[in-house]
Structures are given as C-alpha cells and as structure tokens.
C-alpha cells in the first residue's frame, strides 16, 4: 500500500491539491475538459495526480480506530463464527472457507434438509465439534436470538457473524424487506450484543452482504434495490456508532455483482418477478455483458475484510472486470459523528 503519511508524499500531496484548484477554476463545470486537455496537457497530468493522490486519503480515512496497526491482520485459528444462509450459495461456500481457516461455525438457515445435509460433509472433512446447524427464519426475532444464543452456548464465543442469507421477491416484497434488511439489521445487533467489549465479549467483525444492486439501481428489481441500499447505509452509520462508542467490533458490506447460485434462477420466476417478469432477457443480457462470479470469489472478499483489522464501514465491491476492490466515498457523504 502507497504510504502517502511520509512527508515526501505529505508534500506532494499538498502540492498537487493546490494544483488541481488551478485546474478545477479554469475548467469551470467540466464541459470545455476536451480543449483544456489540448491546451493544459501538464495540469491535465497533475489533476490526475491529485486524484490519484485523494482517493489514496479517502482509502486511508476508511482505516477504523478499531484496529491499532496499520494492516494488521487476525488469524482465524480458534474463531468462532455465525454465517445466517449458510446451507446453500454464498453462504455454503463462506461457511467452507472460514473453517478451512481454522474456524468454528454455525451455519444458520431455513433450509433444513440441506443445512443438515451440508453439515455432515462437514463433519467427515473438519470433525463434528467444528460445526453446528441451526434451523432459523432469520425473519422471526425469537428463532435468531435462539440462534446466537446456542452459538455461544456451543463455541463458548462469538468472533464473526456473516449476514448473508437474502431473496429476490419482488412480488412479496415485504418479505423481501423483512428477510434482507429487518434480519440483517437483528443479526447485527444481536452480534453486537454478543461481541462488544463492553458487554464480555472479545471484539470482532460483522459482515453484512449488499450487492451491486446496493449502490446502483436495478431497475428490473427495485424492492431488492432498496433492500440492499439499506444494508449499506445502516451499516455504515452503524460502523460509526462503533467506533465511536468503542464496541471493538469492525462492520463492513460486501457488494458482488451477479453470482453462480440459485438466485440468479429467480428471474425465469413470475412468482418472485411479479410485473418485471417480462424483462427477464434484459436481466439475461445483463448477465452475459458483465459476466457471473463463482461463490468461491465472494469468499475471497469475506476472508480479506475479516483479515483486515483496518476496514470498518468499508463497502467492498466485487465485479468480474474489477475484481475486489472499493466504493469510494467523498467528505460529504462521510458518517456524522
Ligand atoms: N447470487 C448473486 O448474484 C448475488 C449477488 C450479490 C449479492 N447476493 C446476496 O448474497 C446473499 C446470498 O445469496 P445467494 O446467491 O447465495 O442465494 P441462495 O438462494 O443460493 O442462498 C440463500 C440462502 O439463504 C437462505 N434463506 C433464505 N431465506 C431465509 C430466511 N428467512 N432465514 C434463514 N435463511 C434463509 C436460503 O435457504 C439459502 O440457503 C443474499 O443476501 C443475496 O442477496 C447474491
Ligand atoms: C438485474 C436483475 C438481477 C436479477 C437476478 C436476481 C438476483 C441477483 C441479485 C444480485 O444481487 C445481483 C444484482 C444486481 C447486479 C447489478 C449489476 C450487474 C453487475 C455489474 C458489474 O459486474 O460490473
């Protein structure tokens, strides 16, 4: 990572800015950028500088006071981790990944016969202490905290949760809302019950998973759009209540774009598509024009934010022409604290 506190890039970095005023003035609202181009070719290649210069700022900004070094990095031996949609798609594939880390996990789900199917791989590979199946509507306040609860009891402790189990129903939209955004939202707070300092806990992360369709409209699925907008802006200002209140507990969001696992077969259903149902090969398109991620890509992301200790109210985008990297964030639309 480029180390801009050294005074040499403190100064350069000071420079530039100055530099850019320069060229922000001259170029006005940004219409006249072709003949500025011709004519300023030097602060056309400064402006880029300084650009550069301040998206490294904002990356450095997103670093969270929760973790005292710069890149420090957990291990995951000895952790214990809750993943909610853990018995198929993203989920499974995460649940695998972090006990292939060294993790213990309970993988929570609705899906009985495949939660319990799963876990039995599981124990053959990684021995029957290191996992725990959990039947649980993520929708149904009771049913989640039993499950955190029985976590605990089992693992002794709580160092990860993973919000990951979500739908795609545009026409039962409120249980849209209700699994995506009002189980996120418990899941986050019941994780922080758990993990917070100040309640016992041992500090961690909680891992809320958006989508692409969080940070740019789709319009084909507009009650999933603002499903996974809320997950973003709740877990951003969430983040900054942690730490601010010192909860020792990093938050961040994970935003693939499209994905190789059942959901995607959602769009060949009217009952899920209701009045969208006749754009399904736009969404089709779509597809081919951006390409689909295997499951085994979002858990590379899930393993580099855990890892991190730096990242809290990071939203983490993964596409297949990007790969994993950043959605930046300017001044005014940073967390009031
Ligand atoms: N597949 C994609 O293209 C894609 C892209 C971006 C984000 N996502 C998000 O990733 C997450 C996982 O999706 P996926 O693609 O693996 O889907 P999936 O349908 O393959 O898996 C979802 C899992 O969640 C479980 N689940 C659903 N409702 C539940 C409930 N009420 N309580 C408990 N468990 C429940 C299901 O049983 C299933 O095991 C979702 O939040 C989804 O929005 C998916
Ligand atoms: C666009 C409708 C998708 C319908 C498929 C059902 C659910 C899948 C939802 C995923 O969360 C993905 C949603 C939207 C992806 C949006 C943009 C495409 C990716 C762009 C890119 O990779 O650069």
Wanted: with cysteine; proline share 2%.
């Amino acid at each position: 990572m480029k180390d801009i506190d050294s005074q040499p890039s403190w100064f350069m970095f000071h420079y530039y800015r100055e530099q850019s005023k320069i060229i922000e003035n001259f170029n006005g609202f940004g219409y006249e950028s072709y003949s500025v181009m011709q004519k300023r070719p030097i602060q056309i290649g400064i402006y880029y500088l300084v650009e550069f210069a301040r998206q490294e700022e904002q990356r450095e900004s997103r670093s969270s006071t929760v973790g005292s070094q710069r890149c420090s990095r957990i291990q995951m031996e000895g952790k214990v981790a809750l993943v909610t949609g853990g018995a198929q798609g993203i989920g499974k594939a995460i649940v695998r990944g972090l006990m292939e880390k060294g993790a213990s996990v309970a993988l929570i789900d609705i899906a009985v016969e495949k939660g319990e199917e799963y876990k039995n791989v599981l124990d053959k590979e990684f021995g029957s202490d290191k996992s725990l199946f959990i039947k649980c509507d993520v929708t149904k306040k009771d049913q989640l905290k039993d499950a955190f609860q029985k976590t605990v009891e089992r693992f002794g402790k709580l160092h990860i949760v993973i919000n990951n189990a979500g739908i795609n129903n545009e026409k039962n939209w409120e249980k849209t809302i209700n699994v995506n955004l009002t189980g996120m939202i418990r899941g986050t707070h019941l994780g922080l019950k758990y993990m917070r300092t100040q309640n016992g806990g041992e500090g961690g992360l909680i891992l809320n998973m958006s989508s692409l369709a969080g940070i740019m409209p789709v319009a084909h699925q507009p009650v999933y759009t603002a499903s996974k907008f809320g997950i973003i802006g709740f877990t951003r200002a969430i983040a900054a209540a942690s730490d601010v209140g010192q909860y020792g507990v990093r938050i961040n969001t994970i935003c693939p774009g499209f994905v190789n696992t059942d959901l995607l077969q959602t769009i060949d259903k009217e009952e899920n598509m209701g009045e969208y149902f006749q754009y399904r090969d736009n969404i089709k398109a779509m597809m081919d024009q951006y390409g689909i991620h295997e499951p085994t890509s979002v858990v590379q992301g899930v393993i580099d934010l855990i890892e991190n200790e730096n990242l809290n109210g990071a939203v983490m985008k993964i596409t297949v022409s990007a790969g994993i990297h950043y959605e930046e964030y300017g001044p005014q639309y940073q967390p009031k604290m």
